[in-house]
């Protein structure tokens, strides 16, 4: 028997904001690109502010560079800290993506201090509760990082992270942006493990 619960169809990246996902799980994404049919659905462009208009051609670049097809690339039109608002619209919009994908593992944002992370990954719990979930770690917002999944990167992979982070040219000054945070996160997440880089993630539910 072989335990793989991401299975051979479609890996789904759920993220609020473009640059969520590539922070959480951006090596795991080059790791799988040459296994697994990739999908990732931000549900809001973040394009309230005038100083966001590049983000969705960031993100796209960024997501090309680790792997993931353009027309795999998925936007939703939900505002930005405004989610709680708009939850059964999310959930519905949710669903229509799960009978067009049909994942069968999906990654999702922590239930940490940001607001729309805490709706995108409660609803994402209620519409997908029929398969493998984990929550990635965004470092900036977590709760807590009592991760229990540990994914080991090859120094190829963080450095495909780190040019995929460097797309963001909006975000260029935030210290959480920055090469040598990438790196410090992904080294001290394995420190336990002896793992020189990785990424953690929190199991929901793991099918088999």
């Given at each position: 028997?072989?335990?793989?619960?991401?299975?051979?169809?479609?890996?789904?990246?759920?993220?609020?904001?473009?640059?969520?996902?590539?922070?959480?799980?951006?090596?795991?994404?080059?790791?799988l690109?040459?296994?697994?049919?990739?999908?990732?659905?931000?549900?809001?462009?973040?394009?309230?502010?005038?100083?966001?208009?590049?983000?969705?051609?960031?993100?796209?670049?960024?997501?090309?560079?680790?792997?993931?097809?353009?027309?795999?690339?998925?936007?939703?039109?939900?505002?930005?800290?405004?989610?709680?608002y708009?939850?059964?619209?999310?959930?519905?919009?949710?669903?229509?993506?799960?009978?067009?994908?049909?994942p069968?593992?999906?990654?999702?944002?922590?239930?940490?201090?940001?607001?729309?992370?805490?709706?995108?990954?409660?609803?994402s719990?209620?519409v997908?509760?029929?398969?493998?979930?984990?929550?990635?770690?965004?470092?900036?917002?977590?709760?807590?990082?009592?991760?229990?999944?540990?994914?080991?990167?090859?120094?190829?992979?963080?450095?495909?992270?780190?040019?995929?982070?460097?797309?963001?040219?909006?975000?260029?000054?935030k210290?959480?942006?920055?090469?040598?945070?990438?790196?410090?996160?992904?080294?001290?997440?394995?420190?336990?493990q002896?793992?020189?880089?990785?990424?953690?993630?929190?199991p929901?539910?793991?099918?088999?």
């Amino acid at each position: 028997m072989k335990l793989d619960f991401i299975k051979k169809g479609p890996v789904l990246f759920i993220g609020c904001h473009p640059d969520d996902i590539e922070l959480g799980c951006g090596g795991l994404i080059n790791k799988l690109k040459n296994e697994n049919e990739i999908y990732v659905l931000n549900l809001s462009k973040n394009l309230d502010q005038p100083v966001h208009k590049n983000l969705v051609i960031e993100s796209k670049k960024s997501l090309k560079i680790l792997g993931v097809k353009e027309n795999n690339i998925i936007f939703g039109d939900f505002k930005s800290r405004e989610f709680s608002y708009q939850r059964q619209e999310i959930v519905d919009y949710l669903w229509q993506i799960k009978k067009k994908i049909k994942p069968t593992c999906i990654f999702i944002t922590p239930f940490d201090l940001h607001q729309d992370h805490q709706v995108c990954n409660m609803e994402s719990k209620r519409v997908f509760r029929e398969n493998s979930i984990l929550e990635y770690d965004l470092v900036r917002s977590s709760l807590d990082r009592n991760h229990s999944i540990f994914v080991k990167l090859t120094k190829k992979e963080l450095e495909a992270k780190i040019k995929a982070l460097k797309q963001y040219n909006t975000h260029s000054k935030k210290n959480y942006f920055k090469k040598q945070a990438i790196t410090s996160i992904a080294q001290s997440s394995g420190i336990k493990q002896g793992l020189d880089f990785c990424e953690i993630f929190k199991p929901v539910s793991i099918i088999f």
